[in-house]
């Protein structure tokens, strides 16, 4: 299209990672990094895309085990990405991408057979412009995302273990206005349930059979401003209104032949039907063949 694609670009990013045992049931674990990216045009090339990304991330890592049959972790994260155009030209799309992420989890084995772990996460991006954050934008947006995560597992014998899950989560999206602190104007917000029920069965050492159904339920509301009369003396108020369902079942088999590390078969064969009211209904048939072979 015309358009001059020179570019040259520079990196540069400092590291490390901390790891501790700080008493036999506690340890610890810190990730970060920093780092800058340039992007610029060779002198007197007229673009004015001259750029520099600066880019932090930090992750930390905690674990308690209170017994052999009970531990406590939990995991917490950010990420923030800075970019910032040298020409003023360009400066309006100077912008921060920041996500948050805390995760606990309990895991618990009151019994050879039996384990149970249950986690949870919370998640959220922030997106916003420099010199936009005062202005209701859709530039400026935030997405979050809450879920429940609940594993049972039940061995009945060396060979066959049944598993449950369930999942429950949260998401929501909206614009973000800054009035001495964020504020969040919802755009949308949905609601997903699934359910996993699963069987590994190994007749034999290298022979795994393992069929799976999964069943997800999801609600998605759209939230308007709805406008009042004169005499209500209101501009108007925020309502949810039911936009979308949707459901989804899925059976899988899958079947595994391992002769060891490096060399083994898998198949797997699934049948997935899904339906949602802003949709019609879909029936896919999904078949995997996986070989292995180290010589």
Not at 179 to 198: A, C, G
């Amino acid at each position: 299209m015309g358009e001059q694609k020179d570019q040259k670009m520079e990196a540069g990013e400092l590291g490390g990672e901390v790891k501790a045992e700080i008493t036999k049931a506690d340890s610890v674990r810190l990730t970060t990094s920093a780092g800058v990216t340039s992007f610029y045009a060779p002198l007197f090339s007229g673009q004015f895309n001259d750029r520099d990304v600066l880019t932090i991330l930090a992750w930390g890592e905690y674990l308690h085990i209170f017994n052999p049959y009970f531990s406590f972790r939990v995991e917490s994260g950010f990420r923030n990405f800075h970019q910032l155009y040298l020409s003023s030209r360009l400066s309006s799309n100077n912008n921060h991408n920041q996500t948050y992420i805390l995760s606990p989890t309990v895991s618990w084995k009151p019994d050879w057979r039996l384990s149970l772990k249950q986690g949870y996460t919370i998640q959220a991006n922030y997106i916003y412009y420099d010199y936009e954050k005062s202005k209701e934008s859709t530039k400026n947006r935030l997405f979050r995302r809450a879920s429940s995560t609940s594993e049972f597992n039940y061995k009945y014998n060396p060979r066959l273990t049944f598993s449950f899950g369930y999942i429950y989560k949260y998401e929501d999206y909206g614009q973000l206005i800054w009035k001495d602190q964020w504020v969040q104007k919802p755009s949308w917000d949905r609601r997903t349930n699934t359910f996993v029920l699963s069987v590994d069965y190994q007749p034999v050492r290298k022979i795994t059979f393992s069929p799976k159904y999964t069943y997800e339920k999801r609600k998605s509301w759209d939230h308007v401003t709805q406008e009042t009369t004169p005499s209500e003396g209101k501009a108007g108020r925020e309502i949810r209104i039911l936009k979308d369902k949707f459901h989804r079942n899925m059976i899988s088999f899958s079947f595994k032949y391992f002769v060891n590390e490096g060399n083994f078969l898998f198949l797997s064969a699934a049948h997935r039907s899904q339906k949602g009211t802003q949709s019609r209904q879909e029936r896919s048939d999904y078949v995997t063949v996986s070989l292995a072979r180290v010589f």
